[in-house]
């Protein structure tokens, strides 16, 4: 028998007990899995008589049939990619994948082999629970973890299923050092005072984040020398990391963001109280009042079995969502949100289909046209009601039939401030709608970075003395961006200077002699270039060669600016100007269809290909909306239309 299906058979054994019962939910007992793998009685064996370190082995062996990972040889194309963009500096996602493909081929999730950690060598977690003990017995600080704390974020072996490998001895002789300075301190028996030294130091090595990275398998502990990814990535590197030396710290999650398609992951740690700090990527430790407010619900991955949470399922575990069959989180949304954590009930009549006895119903949010569980609860005889929800996000609720979320409810929004529900019907009364964009521009920061940008004139190339003129007050909105200027003035140098900390984001501007006139102004291209260390794909020479998808990003967050020399004095009469953006806006000549939901469905509007950068559709009233361009782009979001303009949700 090949060694893969022999790891397959012992996944698939373990499963068929935990899925054995519907009622009350078989849980494996360490004779369980002694029974499968009998190596691992050297690791009980190892602690004889030290009763710490016994519990400890116990707590991971109780959770192996949870876990499961991939072989690296599966993983190879997947694992180099985060390599190659990492390392490789030099190299963009797209590089970096292409780069790969011709040399290891491509990474296939369907026939990667699953690895049981029921498989796991018993070595391996001896000298995990050794290095994990090490630290707890000679760090300062770790007298103020508790011992549930210990076991939850500082012994896990793993954090999810990456490829197994030992980690914390190479971790802890390059991280530890870093903290010599400060262990001998009355503050170092603060865990918290610890992370924030510690996070001081990673804070100013380099990293490479990509959402385009997307989401598969976890990376595993390379990706603390290669430090590229997502924000998953990013997190999971923090735990590795502080968890070598002994500190609490795990991730906190959204299963969806309210505001956009995809998860969103970040680290906690733990002071001497046990309180919660959390951390974002390079970012300082905060408090969690302080963390932005875009959620439904916020869970905490733990790597023991949630089993209260397990224990209120009623129903057989294959007709569960497969996200909640075997919760290894708590709900931590009230931790986050005291005072916008609402209790979520949503009457009966409010269904658009029936829901059977004792069916589970799913809180979902969206995910582009899709929606997603993020929560879940039984119906009672009025209401269906969720715990600890927070407003100001779109969701809606479904039930799970045969493999497929099947919506009961229209989408609705919780009022974060009054708890109300509003539901989005579709009523026959038709309305038009104009629509500059298929993305919310808020969500980058590229619309909001030209905010005090300005447009300026000069005789001087140098602009000792300049004209002002045109201040940008707000974010544009849509591709193409208009300034008329009256009372025209001649200049022969003109620029874009981007306002502070903005890097100088810009991707197009385009100066006219007349007010009205399509000829736009040429000349000599100036500007400030990047170092030599500088971003070269961006470079200050974009913003004039017609292409909106190209963009200027100066390595400097102050001081840049691109410009024109126009040879000779030329009057400006009119500015049209477009932000850095990732081709979110409408473009003409591209194939556009809207969509808006009703019973359950999406429903086409009809296909437009506009010739300007807008669009206008007739669409029911009080319908929630949803644009897609079949040219291409990945980044659509769901939206609504209040007081003539685009709200994303």
């Known amino acids: 028998m090949k060694r893969h299906s022999f790891n397959l058979l012992c996944l698939l054994m373990i499963l068929a007990m935990l899925m054995g019962c519907s009622r009350r939910h078989y849980r494996p007992s360490v004779k369980d899995v002694l029974k499968h793998n009998p190596a691992l009685e050297r690791v009980l064996k190892r602690y004889e008589g030290n009763s710490l370190k016994t519990e400890a082995a116990e707590f991971l062996l109780m959770n192996l049939p949870y876990y499961y990972s991939y072989s690296e040889k599966d993983m190879e194309a997947y694992l180099k990619v985060h390599e190659y963009y990492g390392v490789g500096k030099w190299y963009s996602v797209q590089q970096a994948q292409d780069s790969v493909m011709r040399q290891y081929g491509t990474y296939n999730a369907i026939t990667t082999n699953k690895i049981s950690d029921l498989t796991i060598s018993p070595e391996f977690l001896i000298e995990n629970i050794d290095w994990a003990f090490k630290v707890r017995e000679e760090q300062p600080w770790s007298k103020n973890v508790s011992w549930e704390d210990f076991c939850e974020y500082i012994l896990p072996y793993r954090i999810k299923d990456e490829c197994l490998k030992p980690w914390r001895e190479k971790l802890y002789n390059k991280y530890n050092p870093m903290l010599d300075d400060i262990r001998d301190l009355p503050e170092a028996e603060d865990p918290l005072f610890v992370s924030r030294v510690l996070i001081d130091s990673i804070s100013r090595e380099e990293s490479r984040f990509s959402s385009l990275l997307g989401y598969g398998p976890h990376i595993g502990p390379d990706v603390v020398d290669w430090v590229s990814g997502n924000c998953r990535e990013l997190t999971d590197r923090l735990i590795y990391i502080f968890r070598a030396l002994g500190l609490p710290c795990g991730c906190d999650y959204m299963p969806l963001r309210g505001d956009g398609n995809v998860a969103h992951y970040w680290n906690f740690v733990l002071d001497k109280e046990g309180t919660t700090y959390c951390m974002y990527e390079k970012q300082a430790i905060k408090t969690m009042e302080d963390f932005f407010d875009c959620r439904a619900k916020i869970y905490r991955q733990t790597f023991s079995l949630n089993e209260d949470e397990q224990d209120r399922i009623r129903c057989d575990l294959r007709k569960v969502y497969p996200n909640f069959r075997y919760p290894m989180y708590k709900d931590i949304t009230r931790m986050y949100s005291d005072v916008f954590a609402r209790t979520l009930t949503v009457p009966r009549e409010e269904l658009i289909s029936k829901v059977r006895k004792n069916e589970i119903v799913y809180l979902c949010c969206s995910s582009h046209m899709k929606w997603f569980p993020v929560a879940w609860a039984y119906p009672d005889r009025g209401s269906i009601t969720f715990n600890d929800v927070q407003g100001r996000v779109i969701m809606c609720l479904a039930v799970y039939r045969d493999g497929e979320l099947i919506p009961v409810t229209e989408p609705f929004e919780l009022n974060k401030e009054t708890g109300n529900i509003h539901h989005y019907h579709a009523v026959d009364t038709l309305e038009d709608v104009k629509l500059l964009n298929k993305y919310h521009q808020f969500y980058e920061s590229f619309t909001q970075r030209m905010v005090g940008g300005t447009f300026e004139g000069s005789d001087y190339a140098d602009f000792r003395v300049k004209d002002t003129l045109h201040i940008i007050t707000d974010p544009p909105l849509r591709l193409h961006n208009v300034v008329k ?130 669009l206008v559709y007739s669409v029911p009233k009080g319908a929630l909306l949803y644009l897609k361009n079949h040219a291409g782009g990945v980044e659509e979001r769901i939206f609504d239309y209040h007081e003539g303009l685009q709200r994303y949700w």
């Open 485 to 614: 200027l009256p009372d025209a003035k001649k200049y022969r140098y003109v620029r874009y200077y981007g306002p502070a900390e903005a890097y100088c984001n810009v991707a197009e501007v385009s100066f006219y002699s007349d007010i009205e006139g399509n000829e736009y102004l040429t000349g000599d291209i100036i500007g400030t270039p990047n170092g030599e260390s500088g971003d070269k794909e961006h470079d200050y020479k974009n913003v004039y060669d017609g292409n909106p998808s190209t963009s200027f990003n100066h390595d400097l967050p102050y001081g840049g600016w691109s410009g024109l020399d126009l040879k000779k004095e030329q009057p400006i009469s009119r500015i049209v100007y477009t932000a850095r953006n990732r081709e979110n806006y409408i473009n003409a000549g591209d194939t556009y269809e809207l969509f808006y939901s009703s019973a359950g469905q999406w429903h086409s509007v009809g296909i437009q290909i506009p010739t300007g950068d807008s």
